[in-house]
């Protein structure tokens, strides 16, 4: 197992004795932390994982030699192997895992196939982690035993999990939504996003896996098919011997040393053969022999599988070949260590690290336990009472530490109640310990503010407790200041407390203070020396601390003393995107002042501070930031997204406008896929930003990289927004109320398709796969709705009015029952646009219009005694605006022409309301007159003659076609050896045959592999 990476997927592994803390055998989890020398919480060779079904805590990956996780998939750390295609799914890149057939030539498989019994399952395979990896052999699959996989995968139903940082996308806390889609962020990495749709029928994808991050946790596992639990590789264990059941290393490889990130390393061989090996792997540098006996931190590992080493003292960092590095063991508090016994080297050793005087030759070859590991890797050494300062060369770890500790525990306690030393008095440094029991009165005491019992303590046991001992990993200035005890603070300053102890999360009484809400005592403090810009473990400054807890007073005071507004904390966040996620107006005002401020800092997520505003969707940060440095309005991240796109994609009207009135955004800008502001709104349903984007002057005909006009993305998708009308958008209140007349309520799609039609959105725009908007409209009431909106466009083609005429026609005739034969349908009235005063008319009265409207003009000549009834008067106000009757071209009617093709003379007459306006070959399709909406029961040409009611006959190229079709599908269904009977038998290679031919086979006909099962289909 080489490199371990937050974001890997995992399941329990072979030490595992947790219970039920993963969810189950085969539930998996995700790395999200990996641990580190030094660290009391998540200690080197260990790691935290985030489980699907939302449990979260830290296993062991070679820490006291257990293994508690197998990695099941790397993928969403971006492992991939370019070169080689799955031959299973075809897939080129396999992504994550590879396992290659050890018997055939040239043969891989995927995770997914190979857990899926792709490929002969009696031949071995090779297991390939990454691109770089020297492989495994694995046993054959037959009678290995399978577990199902089960967690967020498609099908889950998930609420919003630990690193949610989307506000109520999913419709607020305790809503859940169906995972439909598990891939891929890009080219960054693979099987790491999940795609969810929500009950309110929003869609959005959400982290799991990448970048370390869990978006989501399950309420309800999917399964993924069955994985082969032995198969998979141990995370942490290197892959140098022999796994269980089924894993062995690979003889013919070369042995692959493992390092991890943060693992301290040296070089351990000769400096000649250090140059040989480098070629190829780096190179030689004639600087690198200042590095030969240094220790230095490994960094990362590259592609080919070398490592990245970084020296102290080295501003670069050297790229070393694996084979010429050692490990340096790493320590952790409590580990029992030995003094190696060689005096002289130990006196080499030290310099620089301690350093050596001679009462040190009594401890040589002596146990030890650690009390503490220094940033730069030296540790502090309790032995025999006394506390040493040691280069980590100079001691080995002693085995068995478990046994050790039930022999030396009380020892070790008895002596320590002598005076500390330091192994370098130049130091002046003592260790802070103490008696357990007068520390933790000490401490218990101090937070109580207890001054006197304090003082008496102090005083009294000066010489056995001292000031900064710790109790529960605290002090008693860390835990006066957290609870405003100004007096014993004071007292405690006196006794020389230390300013910048910090605590196991390198939190320091300036912390404590800022968590407290102490503007008084942090004043105390700054004015004492403490360091304003302290950061802790997360690399917090106590601003940052002030800013999350919301203390105004913390912060001000802070700002007073010129802290560094710019610190930025492990995710990249300064102070100012934290103040903007809690929406603290008074904190914002006072951090948007500081003269200090860096607007350009990004977190790592790529956000700078206006972006973050308006992801947030905070308006008060947003005009701040704007009138601050209009400048970063259209500044993009690395994916295309400016300010602007993600107001609009997240529905915040508030901060739209300010950016585009105030910052006079561009309301067309592009991200990375061409995406503008307008499209991510439309796709989001947002009615009120589409509105105020278009009012600006947004391109209503810009597509996307997939040719997806704005238009395609209303009526393709179910959009849904809150039940109430919008509050700020007058044309859509109009829309939607004269929907809801035609009983057509809280349809939003088609609102803000009428919306965009209105402005000028094209209906005939071809998108990537070759669909017009038409194309996904499946209702004809909804095709008059979008008619009468496509008048009020500026342009309204002929082209287009013929299009959605004949659309009307196809969908007639799908939606015509034998039922309503006999009756008669009219349509819904609709109310005229002048109900409607925020939607005027954009064009002139003149202008033509549709060929079915032609019809109205027309009808006197053609009708033989009309019926007179409210359709008339219905289709007169349907043509009205603002009062006055349109002009209609009798041009084609004066012709005689039919209105659908516009050539042949109409002479067909529907009963029963005779309306005369096609021809003999466009009337075969018409179910309804095109004039009055009646259903069409009989039609007579003009001669006498009746025409039959159905279609005309299709023509020999249609029947050509249709009858290939039937043969393709029959051809497909059938046994490809006799070509009669269906094929009702399949075999694992994908073939099959009928039941009689299949019987007697051994090899498949088709590609001669094996049959090893045959299933019957039904």
Avoid at 790 to 806: F, G, I, K, N, Y
């Amino acid at each position: 197992m080489g490199l371990v990476e937050v974001g890997m997927r995992v399941v329990r592994g072979p030490d595992w004795r947790w219970g039920e803390q993963d969810g189950g055998e085969g539930h998996a989890g995700t790395v999200v932390e990996v641990g580190r020398p030094g660290s009391s919480t998540t200690p080197d060779r260990t790691v935290v994982v985030q489980w699907d079904a939302g449990s979260r805590t830290n296993y062991r990956i070679g820490y006291q030699s257990s293994f508690d996780l197998r990695l099941v998939d790397n993928a969403p750390v971006g492992v991939r192997h370019q070169n080689h295609i799955c031959d299973g799914c075809k897939k080129q890149g396999i992504a994550g895992i590879r396992w290659k057939c050890a018997r055939c030539f040239d043969y891989d498989l995927c995770t997914s196939c190979y857990m899926g019994d792709k490929h002969d399952i009696n031949h071995p395979f090779i297991r390939y982690e990454t691109s770089s990896s020297s492989g495994v052999d694995i046993n054959p699959r037959k009678n290995a035993s399978k577990v199902p996989l089960q967690g967020i995968f498609v099908g889950a139903k998930v609420i919003r999990g630990p690193d949610w940082d989307w506000g109520n996308q999913d419709g607020g806390e305790g809503k859940w939504g169906r995972v439909t889609e598990i891939r891929g962020w890009d080219n960054e990495s693979g099987r790491s996003v999940a795609s969810v749709t929500w009950l309110s029928n929003t869609t959005n994808v959400y982290r799991v896996g990448h970048k370390g991050k869990v978006d989501v946790k399950y309420i309800q596992p999917a399964t993924n098919g069955n994985i082969y639990l032995q198969h998979l590789p141990i995370l942490g264990k290197p892959e140098d011997g022999v796994n269980t059941n089924g894993v062995s290393s690979a003889s013919s490889a070369p042995l692959q040393l493992p390092f991890l990130v943060g693992e301290r390393v040296r070089v351990g061989v000769p400096l000649e053969q250090l140059r040989t090996m480098q070629e190829g792997h780096g190179g030689w540098n004639q600087k690198m022999t200042e590095i030969i006996d240094k220790v230095g931190v490994v960094h990362r590992i590259t592609d080919k599988g070398d490592v990245r080493v970084q020296y102290e003292g080295f501003p670069s960092r050297w790229t070393i070949h694996p084979g010429a590095l050692t490990r340096v063991t790493s320590f952790s508090l409590g580990d029992i260590v030995t003094v190696i016994s060689d005096a002289s080297r130990v006196r080499d050793l030290q310099k620089g690290h301690g350093e050596w005087i001679d009462y040190m030759k009594s401890i040589l070859g002596k146990n030890g336990v650690i009390a503490k590991v220094y940033p730069d890797g030296d540790l502090r050494v309790n032995i025999e009472g006394k506390t040493w300062t040691f280069n980590p060369l100079c001691v080995q770890i002693v085995p068995h530490n478990s046994e050790y500790n039930n022999t030396m525990k009380a020892n070790e306690r008895l002596d320590q109640t002598g005076p500390s030393v330091s192994s370098a008095p130049s130091t002046g440094s003592t260790e802070i310990e103490g008696p357990n029991s007068l520390v933790d009165q000490l401490v218990r005491e101090a937070a109580q503010g207890h001054t006197q019992e304090v003082s008496q303590i102090l005083t009294t046991h000066s010489d056995k407790v001292p000031v900064d001992g710790r109790s529960g990993g605290k002090t008693c200035l860390q835990v006066a200041c957290h609870q405003g005890h100004l007096d014993l603070v004071r007292l405690l300053l006196h006794h020389n407390a230390s300013l910048h102890m910090a605590d196991d999360d390198g939190d320091t009484p300036l912390h404590y203070s800022a968590f407290g809400n102490q503007p008084e005592i942090m004043e105390l403090l700054l004015r004492k020396g403490a360091n304003i810009n302290a950061i802790n473990k997360g690399r917090c400054s106590a601003l940052h601390v002030a800013v999350n807890k919301q203390h105004p007073a913390c912060v001000k005071l802070l700002l007073k003393y010129n802290c560094d507004v710019n610190v930025q904390d492990s995710y990249g966040d300064t102070a100012l995107h934290d103040a903007i996620g809690k929406n603290s107006i008074e904190i914002l005002e006072m951090l948007g002042n500081s003269p200090h401020l860096l607007l350009s800092l990004k977190n790592k997520r790529g956000f700078n501070v206006l972006h973050h505003a308006a992801l947030k969707g905070n308006n008060f940060a947003t005009e701040k930031l704007v009138q601050r440095a209009r400048q970063y309005v259209d500044v993009r991240k690395d994916d295309g997204f400016a300010a602007l796109h993600l107001a609009a994609l997240n529905g915040h009207r508030q901060v739209t406008e300010t950016l585009l009135t105030l910052g006079r955004a561009d309301p067309d800008l592009t991200n990375n896929k061409r995406q503008t502001p307008l499209l991510l709104a439309v796709s989001q349903g947002h009615l009120e930003v589409a509105e105020f984007l278009t009012n600006q002057g947004a391109n209503v005909t810009a597509a996307d990289e997939d040719g997806e006009t704005a238009l395609h993305l209303a009526l393709q998708r179910q959009l849904s927004v809150s039940g109430t009308l919008p509050e700020f958008s007058p044309v859509f209140t109009c829309i939607l109320t004269r929907l809801q007349s035609v009983n057509l309520e809280n349809n939003y799609s088609l609102a803000m398709a009428c919306f965009l039609v209105q402005k000028g959105a094209s209906l005939t725009a071809v998108n990537g796969k070759g669909k017009t908007p038409l194309d996904f409209i499946n209702d004809t009431t909804a095709i008059d709705i979008l008619q009468s909106y496509t008048e009020q466009s500026s342009a309204p083609t002929a082209s287009v009015r013929l299009d959605m005429d004949l659309r009307a026609l196809d969908l007639a005739a799908e939606s015509l029952r034998p039922d309503v034969a006999g009756t008669s349908h009219s349509p819904s009235r609709l109310p005229p646009f002048s109900e409607c005063p925020a939607t005027p008319p954009q064009h002139s009265i003149s202008q033509p219009v549709s060929p079915a409207h032609r019809v109205i003009a027309s009808a006197p000549s053609k009708i033989r005694n009309p019926p007179q009834n409210s359709l008339d008067t219905q289709e007169d106000e349907f043509h009205k605006f603002n009062g006055e009757a349109m002009e209609i071209s009798n041009e084609d009617t004066e012709a005689g022409n039919c209105i659908i093709c516009l050539e042949s003379p109409s002479n067909v007459v529907f009963h029963p309301c005779t309306h005369c306006v096609t021809c003999e070959e466009c009337s075969s399709r018409v179910k309804k007159c095109l004039t009055c909406r009646q259903v069409v029961l009989s039609k007579v040409t003009q001669d006498g003659r009746i025409l039959s009611s159905k279609s005309r006959q299709p023509s020999a190229e249609r029947l050509r076609y249709l009858e290939t079709k039937i043969a393709e599908i029959e051809e497909a269904h059938s046994c490809s050896i006799c070509m009669e009977r269906r094929r009702s038998v399949a075999f694992l290679c994908g073939h099959g045959a009928c039941v009689v031919c299949a019987h007697p086979l051994k090899t498949c006909h088709m590609c001669r592999k094996p049959i090893t099962r045959k299933i019957n289909l039904y």
